[in-house]
């Protein structure tokens, strides 16, 4: 069965810090992933996506840049973060026309 | 940009009562989900509506995509308060690839 990994759960980062996000898929190949943020009991912002390696599309300007250096793999990072980019980060995959599944999220706090 | 309206925001309403979410866009989606999230977690899909007019019942939920593939309601009836969380729409992109989330609505169902 399929199974997609987010960590870590919880972060605390100073502003200005490097941030870097890793989640991982497993029991599938060449899955389409997303990078979501999500406000407090809102919906969720697709911030980025990817059909394959090193395929990237950005849906918005921003401080974050995403990679996926291995099929199964995809990573969000920041050189310095914002306080703005606080917020809560879900990572999702799918096959094509299928539904997402989601990871558990990480709660990331910039002091 | 494909973008998703979402209404209401919020629902506080009754047990028993019933109730009806709207997802509406100017875009066609080749498919439109419906999720539910609980707090911390990531969403879990709840039905996906593929052909335009389609309808689809899960117990006391009923979905329904648009004729055109542009819109789509869910529809609980007699609410209870496990019914409570939120609830989100999402649209699939004609090429199946791109997920984008309305804003989600936060219901309560009150005993």
């Known amino acids: 069965s399929q199974t997609i990994h987010q960590w870590p759960a919880t972060l605390v980062q100073p502003v200005g810090s490097p941030l870097s996000l890793e989640c991982t898929v497993e029991g599938t190949s060449n899955p389409n992933l997303y990078w979501y943020r999500q406000a407090a009991g809102r919906g969720l912002q697709l911030l980025f996506y990817?059909?394959?390696?090193?395929?990237i599309s950005s849906e918005v300007p921003q401080n974050l840049s995403a990679s996926r250096p291995q099929d199964r793999q995809f990573i969000l990072s920041s050189k310095k973060l914002l306080l703005s980019d606080s917020g809560f980060y879900l990572c999702?995959?799918?096959?094509?026309?299928?539904?997402?599944?989601f990871g558990q999220g990480t709660r990331l706090t910039v002091v | 940009t494909q973008l998703l309206e979402q209404s209401p925001q919020f629902l506080s309403i009754q047990e028993g009562e019933n109730l009806t979410v709207y997802c509406n866009s100017s875009s066609v989606f080749s498919s439109l989900q419906w999720y539910r999230q609980e707090p911390g977690e990531g969403p879990v899909l709840l039905v996906t509506?593929?052909?335009?007019?389609e309808v689809k019942k899960l117990k006391r939920l009923t979905f329904q995509f648009g004729d055109a593939r542009k819109d789509s309601s869910l529809h609980i009836t007699a609410a209870q308060p496990g019914d409570t969380g939120l609830y989100l729409c999402?649209?699939?992109?004609?090429?199946?690839?791109?997920?984008?989330f309305g804003a989600g609505t936060i219901l309560r169902v009150k005993s």
């Open positions: 999402a649209g699939l992109g004609v090429y199946g690839n791109k997920l984008v």
């Open positions: 990817s059909v394959g390696i090193g395929q």
């Open positions: 999702a995959w799918s096959k094509m026309n299928t539904e997402a599944f």
């Open positions: 509506v593929v052909t335009g007019g």
